[in-house]
T-cell receptor, first 109, second 114 residues
Framework: GQNIDQPTEMTATEGAIVQINCTYQ??????LFWYQQHAGEAPTFLSY??LDGLEEKGRFSSFLSRSKGYSYLLLKELQMKDSASYLC??????????WGAGTKLIIKP | IAGITQAPTSQILAAGRRMTLRCTQD?????MYWYRQDLGLGLRLIHY???????GKGEVPDGYSVSRANTDDFPLTLASAVPSQTSVYFC?????????????FGPGTRLTVL
């Protein structure tokens, strides 16, 4: 079966750095996405990785290791508005997105 | 403003009733998707359409049907609603069905079936 694993919840302090991990087992791999979802809102796109390595975009970076079936999202200089759920999704061999359950990130002052 | 709209925003429905959730996008995207999101579970694909005139089944299609008569609209119909269909439903679209194309999501419809 196909499986995406993420921690259910994480807590971090405003101004700090947090790393959200995602491991996956899917039938094929055609890219990995990270989305942000604030409570009661729609998911919004954050990043896309298809090759191994780090992709940096402002305060957010995403890393991929295809051989390990592993990715992480790194958030720096945390702000209160970063309190949200972070969804990891993998595009499989049928080009469908398989979604993790999401990691709820709580930011404390 | 370009994007995806969904209607209604929320709905309470009696079991056994028929319901159509509407989705419209104005980005001229070829591919559209319907997902449901339940607490503790990832988004699950119900149906998809790679281009106007074609549809396909996702992970959880039973009890749902879709049509794609044109590029912009992708309605989702529950023929006879059951309580297990209580969920938040998201419509999404992408320029193409594969590649690096990002999926963009509508605001969602919160459906409660009693």
């Amino acid at each position: 079966g196909q499986n995406i694993d993420q921690p259910t919840e994480m807590t971090a302090t405003e101004g700090a750095i947090v790393q959200i991990n995602c491991t996956y087992q899917t039938s094929g791999f055609n890219g990995l996405f990270w989305y942000q979802q604030h409570a009661g809102e729609a998911p919004t796109f954050l990043s896309y990785n298809v090759l191994d390595g780090l992709e940096e975009k402002g305060r957010f970076s995403s890393f991929l290791s295809r051989s390990k079936g592993y990715s992480y999202l790194l958030l720096k200089e945390l702000q209160m508005k970063d309190s949200a759920s972070y969804l990891c999704a993998v595009r499989d061999s049928n080009y469908q997105l398989i979604w993790g359950a999401g990691t709820k990130l709580i930011i404390k002052p | 403003i370009a994007g995806i709209t969904q209607a209604p925003t929320s709905q309470i429905l009696a079991a056994g009733r028929r319901m159509t959730l509407r989705c419209t996008q104005d980005m001229r995207h070829n591919a559209m998707y319907w997902y449901r999101q339940d607490l503790g579970l990832g988004l699950r694909l119900i149906h998809y359409s790679n281009t106007a005139g074609t549809t396909g089944k996702g992970e959880v299609p039973d009890g749902y049907s879709v049509s794609r008569a044109n590029t912009d609209d992708f309605p989702l119909t529950l023929a006879s609603a059951v309580p297990s269909q209580t969920s938040v439903y998201f419509c999404a679209s992408s320029e193409q069905a594969g590649g690096t194309d990002t999926q963009y999501f509508g605001p969602g419809t919160r459906l409660t079936v009693l």
